[in-house]
């Protein structure tokens, strides 16, 4: 592990140090990759001792429950959050699920932000109310519709901030102030991760995050986390996910998360800059109606944006709408024009990647839930989604105008 004095240091230095030193036994500066399934004891008393959890520091018997590899990426992540402790999962769809069983029991009651991603959405709609959890989905950018919301057995309230895909905000101290300290606050914020905002410090109990996204950063594995409490990451551990559900993900893939976050402070600068570029010019153009981005004054949060993403990081996502007469097209024939004659960015979900991605969430991330649900989060058909990379500005600029010319 690291000598550096972790507590005072810039978030560029922590999150290449944090979680990782030379390993114990070679010296590797690369943490190694643990590619093993078990782990062997001295005998049958030290075996005995380890599973029982009574050898101080961090001692894995078996990798369902723990791994070297995935354990250094756990700390990278619960220091760069501010957590005091953290779960990594094999998907940003096992940390949601494994939030759902630790903390919901038949009988509770949660409050989820009617915009969630689509994977979440199925949970909040299907997977929740079949196990008899009272699901309420409102507005969580209207706090007075969140306090009216609130039931005596409400237990959760859950959002994403800024949210997919429409780049809504989500105020996390006043939701934290409404929610008291009975009820459990928890974000995802795989569209904003540290250096941009730290949810954890504005009062969420939990962050989770897709790594699959911005934290890992390259587009090349899935994988997931979940930041909080010491004593609610035990309670997810031991009663969820590795235990039951088993979604750890690969020693691999965790050595992929390592090597990806050295970057991460540099990649969402970048992605920033390049995101507001794209943004200015979308919101120039004569075919567009509307840009839904949090960095420009336009936007209706722009001063939440201020205050709770840092730095002036607004980050690489953004959406956006086309007038509905594009050379005689409506909006949706026109957008489906306008992505199909794209050549740098990518027709593809996901995000985060150094490679620019655009969709269509009607079709698309979104393509599983209801028009009624779309309407109501505001995702109209005509609505493009994109996943501004790390290529020139200039040249996404200029690959978006060629491809309005060919309309
Ligand atoms: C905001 C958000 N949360 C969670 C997920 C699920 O993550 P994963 O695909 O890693 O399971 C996604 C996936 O796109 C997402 O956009």
């Known amino acids: 592990m690291s000598n550096i004095d972790l507590k005072n240091v810039d978030f560029e230095t922590l999150v290449i140090h944090a979680g990782q030193g030379p390993d114990s036994a070679y010296g590797a500066l690369a943490t190694p990759i643990y590619q093993t399934s078990t782990f062997c004891f001295d005998s049958v008393e030290d075996g005995a001792a380890k599973f029982a959890q009574q050898v101080p520091g961090f001692h894995p018997v078996y990798s369902r429950a723990g791994n070297p590899t995935t354990r250094a990426f756990e700390l990278k992540c619960a220091a760069i959050e501010g ?3 953290a779960v990594a999962t094999a998907s940003g769809m096992g940390a949601v699920g494994s939030v759902m069983l630790a903390f919901l029991h038949p009988g509770d009651h949660v409050i ?7 994977g979440t959405n199925y949970v909040a709609s299907i997977n929740l109310p079949g196990l008899n959890v009272e699901v309420s989905r409102v507005d969580t950018s209207d706090l007075e519709a969140v306090k009216a919301a609130i039931r005596p057995n409400t237990k959760m309230i859950y959002f994403e901030t800024p949210n997919n895909p429409m780049m809504k905000l989500t105020d996390v101290a006043a939701i934290r102030a409404i929610a008291g300290d009975k009820i459990m606050v928890v974000v995802d914020a795989t569209f904003a991760p ?3 905002q730290h949810v954890l410090k504005l009062g969420a109990d939990i962050v989770l995050h897709s790594i699959t ?9 899935l994988g997931g986390v979940i930041v909080g409490k010491a004593a609610d990451m035990g309670k997810i551990r031991l009663n969820c996910v590795t235990k039951i559900n088993g979604c750890p993900p690969s020693p691999f893939n965790s050595f992929l998360v390592l090597r990806g976050m050295k970057t991460l402070a540099l990649r969402i ?5 390049n995101a507001m570029a794209v943004a200015r010019y979308l919101e120039a153009n004569p075919y567009v109606k509307t840009v839904y981005y949090p960095g420009l004054e336009s936007h209706p ?10 730095n002036g990081l607004f980050g690489g996502m953004l959406s956006f709408e086309l007038k509905d007469d594009v050379k005689g097209l409506s909006s949706f024939e026109a957008g489906k024009k306008l992505l199909n004659h794209l050549k740098i960015a990518s027709i593809a979900v996901s995000l985060g990647d150094p490679d620019t991605l655009i969709e269509h969430p009607a079709s698309m991330t979104h393509a599983n839930v209801t028009p009624e649900d779309r309407a109501a989060a505001g995702i109209s058909d005509g609505l493009i989604r994109m996943s501004v990379g790390l290529e020139s500005a200039n040249d996404l600029i200029a690959d978006l105008q060629q491809a309005f010319d060919a309309i």
């Open 83 to 85: 957590g005091e402790d």
């Open 112 to 118: 989820f932000d009617t915009a969630v991603y689509g």
């Open 194 to 196: 540290p250096p941009q």
């Open 213 to 221: 996204k911005y934290i890992n950063g390259h587009g090349d594995c």
């Open 269 to 273: 600068q970048k992605h920033s800059d």
């Open 301 to 310: 949060q722009h001063e939440l944006a201020c205050r709770q993403m840092e």
